[in-house]
Every structure is written in C-alpha cells, then in structure tokens.
C-alpha cells in the first residue's frame, strides 16, 4: 500500500515529467516551424507551412494544458475529486 507522501511524489514526478516532456516540445516547435518556414519561402509561393505550424500549434495548446493541469471542460480540481470518488467507492 502506498503512503500519501508516496503518492504526492509520484504525483509531482509526474507533473516534472509533464512539464518537461511540454517544454521540449515548445523548444522543438520554435526550432522546426522557421525551418519549414524557410523551405516554403525557398521552393513555393503557397504558404503550406501554416497547415504543420497550427496543426502542432494546437497539440502544443493540448500539451500544455495538460501539462500544468489546466482542463476547460472539467475544471481544475475535476481529476482529483473523481479519484477520491472512485478510491472512497472501493473501500472496504
């Protein structure tokens, strides 16, 4: 069985691991984006370079959301509560 200071370290290693996994994505996202930016300007008029730059633009929006707990349809405390539900229900 697991102790709640166990538990809160786990759950803030995950949290670390999030925000790091987000940020280098951020850090990919700024490397890559201008060197596609820079290919389209070089070999095309058509600005094809929007369609990857929104497309990974929104999964880094989902990314971060996800990373610093932010959920806009449950609401920020909304895992929490369900798993207190949940671990309240499977008591004996």
Known sequence: ME???EFKYRRAKERVE???G???NLL???I???FLAWINYNTTSFPWVLFPAIG???GLLGH???AYGYNPFFGRDWERR???EFMKRDEF
């Open 18 to 20: 999030a925000i790091k």
């Open 56 to 58: 990974w633009g929104i």
């Open 64 to 66: 971060w959301s996800n």
């Open 22 to 24: 987000f940020y280098n």
């Open 28 to 30: 990919a996202y700024c």
């Open 3 to 5: 102790t709640t200071n």
């Open 82 to 84: 369900k798993l207190e």
């Open 32 to 34: 890559i984006i201008p």
